[in-house]
């Protein structure tokens, strides 16, 4: 009797690991990843990207010397510009993310941080978040060490991605690059896209 009531125990502890090994397996596993590169003119690229991200609220740093990309985006004066972007398959899925806040910030004075400007597109699947920062001096982005910090809320299996693009304002003809025009101006256009479906409000004053 024994015996069975052993066997019973230890087939129930076998059912439970299984079980329990099943619900981990099935989590998604955050990645994140940086990139960071510099031209011969002073430009410097920086590729975010994020996936896997769990339910709930959640807040990443990239380019610090502790987090991804490695280390801080050391600037002169000049302007940030690009957008991060993120998709999904059906609203309230796994999928569904919206961001929150995100920030260029200062790493020596935190007060110090430039904005990026949320918006939707295709029905609200999509989602842009963009920055583009005064070119002129003083407006323009104070010289410094900065990283970029990204908060949101996911619903499961959340990941976004995007380019970025600093321009020092030392270089002779100010203009950013080609793909981060075209990357801005599409950007742009599925903002205002997305601001045109917004119904109307009608006020009347009686």
């Known amino acids: ?48 990207n994020a996936s896997g991200i769990g339910s709930g609220a ?32 059906g609203l309230g899925s796994a999928t569904d993310f919206d961001f929150g806040t995100i920030s260029f910030i200062n790493a020596a004075n935190n007060a110090i941080h430039y904005d990026f400007q949320n918006g939707y597109f295709n029905g609200g699947l999509g989602e842009i978040s963009s920055i583009w920062t005064s070119m002129n001096n003083p407006a323009g982005v104070i010289a410094g060490d900065y990283f970029l910090r990204v908060t949101g809320t996911s619903r499961g299996d959340g990941s976004f991605g995007g380019q970025l693009t600093f321009n020092p304002l030392s ?28 119904p109307q409000l009608n006020v009347t004053f009686g």
């Open 171 to 198: 270089r002779t003809n100010a203009v950013p690059e080609a793909a981060t025009w075209m990357m801005m101006v599409a950007g742009f256009g599925l903002m205002g896209a997305a601001m045109r479906r917004k």
């Open 1 to 48: 009797m024994v015996s069975i009531v052993r066997t019973r125990i230890l087939g129930g502890l076998s059912a439970i690991a299984i079980v329990a090994f099943a619900g981990t397996a099935a989590q998604a596993v955050v990645s994140l990843d940086g990139s960071l590169s510099t031209s011969g003119t002073g430009v410097i690229t920086a590729g975010v």
């Open 58 to 89: 959640f807040s990443y740093d990239f380019f610090t010397p502790t987090t991804e990309g490695g280390s801080y985006i050391t600037v002169p004066v000049g302007q940030f510009s690009g957008s991060l972007t993120t998709t999904t398959n």
